[in-house]
């Protein structure tokens, strides 16, 4: 069974940076494209950035240019590094699969709280 834990989260002040990080188990990592996702309660979930097996990366208007996606394939881990924060980036953020793929069971998620 695959295992998804995110970490890396916190409170920010607007402008700051954060680096999120994914631990993948239970699956062969390395040919496995990985998506972010962001959810703020009460609304659903949307999707944040993905990253292909072959690296390509490709990211909601909303981040694109403040947030990057990467991934070692040698630590079974995905990372979303997070730059220029708003308030509105506020969200529980998630990593599984992409959404056109077969998703599998959600982690705990990693709160990202951005207020001053």
């Known amino acids: 069974q695959v295992q998804l834990v995110e970490s890396g989260g916190g409170l920010v002040q607007p402008g700051g940076s954060l680096r999120l990080s994914c631990a993948v188990s239970?699956?062969?990592?390395?040919?496995?494209?990985m998506a972010w996702y962001r959810q703020v309660s009460g609304t659903e979930r949307e999707w944040v950035a993905t990253?292909?097996?072959?690296?390509?990366?490709n990211y909601a208007d909303s981040v694109k240019g403040r947030f990057t996606i990467s991934r070692d394939n040698a630590q079974n881990t995905v990372y979303l590094q997070m730059n220029s924060l708003k308030p509105e980036d506020t969200a529980v953020y998630y990593c599984?699969?992409?959404?056109?793929?077969?998703?599998?069971?959600w982690g705990q998620g990693t709160q990202v709280t951005v207020s001053s």
């Open positions: 599984n699969r992409p959404r056109e793929a077969p998703l599998w069971t």
């Open positions: 990253i292909s097996s072959g690296r390509i990366t």
């Open positions: 239970g699956t062969v990592f390395s040919a496995k494209a």
